[in-house]
């Protein structure tokens, strides 16, 4: 499927009448569900996630293209009480490309202040220095083998802080290599925790276990919990 702009996808999502005035403060949400946390440092705590649609990337390997089109549009305040009603204390915001929805930036403060331990999960070609500073965000680094590394937006790499972390999807072993250059091109690992994932059906999890022991690698390997549990199955 053809790639949209950053831009345009943003707009596909703009909560603006055709006055111009904005309506009230909502985003267009896929699913809300509590499961488990799958992946990053938080992984295995029970977790409300809140899924918003629309993405402006085409990752080849993308295992949430449901998450493209379609959804409903919520309000806020309704967002910020569907989570209450789960009763737990991890919320993961996540897509899509969340960051998409310019108000995402108000929930996640709103869901912040309610005292939730919070994180996002965001592709990296989305400016992230409006998140709130309370949020763990996720950034993705796009390799070459996920056909998006030119979405990467390089300047997301200043604001990362040890609250923070990057995940890299490896596809192959040209993957490996680049992820590598990276890293020590940008001191990644001296900013915060950095994360290696095997691309589903692309490489084996213990090739890639293999390549970071054997390279003394400061990364930490890890699998979808989600995917060993659920097998992708939407809502879990
Ligand atoms: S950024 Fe995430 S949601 Fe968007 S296409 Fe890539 S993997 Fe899928």
Not at 86 to 114: F, M, N, S, W, Y
Not at 142 to 159: C, F, Q, V, Y
Not at 199 to 220: F, G
């Amino acid at each position: 499927m053809k790639a949209v702009s950053t831009a345009a996808a943003a707009a596909s999502f703009d909560d603006t009448g055709a006055s111009g005035t904005a309506t009230p403060d909502r985003l267009r949400i896929t699913e809300i569900f509590l499961s488990l946390q799958g992946e990053a440092r938080d992984a295995g705590w029970p977790t409300v996630f809140v899924r918003l649609t629309g993405c402006p990337l085409r990752c080849q390997y993308c295992d949430t293209a449901y998450a493209f089109h379609g959804g409903e549009w919520r309000e806020i305040d309704a967002i910020v009480d569907e989570v209450a009603t789960h009763g737990v204390q991890h919320v993961c915001v996540t897509g899509g490309e969340p960051l998409a929805q310019r108000r995402c930036i108000q929930l996640l403060k709103r869901l912040c202040d309610a005292g939730y331990n919070v994180s996002l999960e965001t592709s990296g070609a989305i400016d992230i220095a409006e998140v709130d500073p309370r949020v763990s965000r996720v950034l993705d680094i796009k390799t070459p083998g996920s056909a998006e590394a030119h979405r990467n937006r390089w300047d997301n790499i200043a604001l990362l802080t040890p609250h923070d972390q990057v995940k890299f999807v490896i596809c192959s072993r040209e993957d490996f290599d680049w992820a590598k250059t990276v890293i020590a091109e940008h001191a990644l690992t001296e900013r915060c925790d950095v994360l290696f994932s095997p691309s589903h059906a692309q490489i084996t999890p213990r090739a890639l276990a293999d390549w970071i022991v054997a390279e003394k690698l400061p990364v930490r390997f890890q699998m979808q919990l989600h995917k060993i549990l659920w097998n992708d199955e939407p809502g879990r």
